[in-house]
């Protein structure tokens, strides 16, 4: 087994931050997610929300009545 953080050989009995060879790698790993979720926003997109109390443009034509 590997630490993810410096690619070294990890002792795995008797360690407390395994998968990582270190507290120090641990940290670095800990700070990698906290930095991705500060960059990536999450699923919520504000720019498609449409507002429905807004009226709508009349760009379609009108209705026909022909009989
Ligand atoms: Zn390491």
Same mark, same amino acid.
């Given at each position: 087994?590997?630490?993810?953080?410096?690619?070294?050989?990890?002792?795995?009995?008797?360690?407390?931050?395994?998968?990582?060879?270190?507290?120090?790698?641990?940290?670095?790993?800990?700070?990698?997610?906290?930095? %991705? #979720?500060?960059? =990536?926003?999450? /699923?919520? !997109?504000?720019?498609? $929300?449409?507002?429905?109390? %807004? #009226?709508?443009? =009349?760009?379609? /034509?009108? !209705?026909?009545?022909? $009989?």
């Amino acid at each position: 087994m590997k630490c993810p953080i410096c690619d070294q050989p990890v002792k795995w009995q008797g360690n407390p931050y395994r998968p990582f060879c270190s507290e120090r790698c641990k940290l670095i790993d800990f700070g990698r997610w906290a930095n %991705e #979720e500060y960059r =990536v926003p999450g /699923p919520e !997109s504000p720019a498609t $929300e449409i507002e429905t109390d %807004e #009226e709508r443009p =009349v760009n379609a /034509p009108p !209705s026909l009545e022909e $009989e």
